[in-house]
């Protein structure tokens, strides 16, 4: 039986979330598994993926064959590298010592990188919301203006007509008055 670790299919329409398994080569896509390893969800940024790293190296020893996905999610979390390290330890190349020196090294430098992002990102998401309120003040700023610019038009436009009726008030009494006498 050969078997491969591979991504089961989960979530709604438009919202992948997949299982990391292991799972038989001959076993459909989403059916029956061997041994849930891990999860991954491509829907965050970055991609959320929480893996069980002795489970993983278990199933490498035991010749799992990744497909390329799960291989790439492996190689990410140090999966890959620890079953390069044990390789190492078996044939007397490494210590366990150095071993495990190495995989933590190499998961700190990680760690770093994937901090780095998601700072960076926070700062890219920052600095948009800081342009979009800059050019919302704008455009508030040009509407109040033409909205006063047209009060201000519009109490011009009135002023005249109101003295235009003051005007004619006075030169009708007198018409009235003339009249009358």
Excluded: C
Aim: charged share 30%.
């Amino acid at each position: 039986m050969s078997v491969k670790i591979r991504l089961q299919r989960h979530g709604k329409k438009q919202k992948p979330f997949y299982w990391v398994v292991a799972a038989d080569a001959r076993s459909k896509r989403d059916g029956k598994y061997l041994e849930k390893i891990g999860t991954y969800n491509p829907n965050t940024n970055p991609a959320t993926i929480e893996l069980n790293l002795e489970s993983a190296v278990k199933w490498l020893h035991n010749g799992a064959q990744p497909t390329d996905t799960a291989k790439a999610i492996l190689s990410y979390k140090g999966a890959l590298l620890k079953h390069h390290l044990d390789g190492g330890i078996r044939k007397g190349a490494l210590t366990q010592e150095q071993a495990d020196a190495k995989l933590a090294a190499w998961l700190e430098a990680k760690a770093g990188k994937v901090d780095a992002k998601k700072e960076g990102l926070t700062k890219a998401q920052a600095a948009d919301k800081a342009k979009a309120f800059k050019a919302e003040q704008e455009v508030n700023a040009k509407r109040l203006a033409a909205a006063a610019q047209a009060e201000a038009d519009a109490i011009a436009a009135a002023t005249p007509a109101a003295e235009e009726v003051a005007e004619e008030a006075p030169a009708a009494e007198e018409n009235n008055e003339t009249t009358e006498a």
